[in-house]
């Protein structure tokens, strides 16, 4: 499932950089570092 997850964090981040041409904002970045903190925690929940 993890990898699933970071699979689809990468495509999203793809998806960040094709739509800004001049690279994604701080702001971005950001809820990208969010979202896969959240993911890693989920994983690390499902796991234990």
Known sequence: ???VAVGG???VAKAMNDADPGGPSLADWSL?????VFVIGLAVGLMT
């Open 1 to 3: 499932m993890a990898i």
């Open 9 to 11: 964090l990468a495509l």
């Open 32 to 36: 990208l570092l969010v979202a896969i």
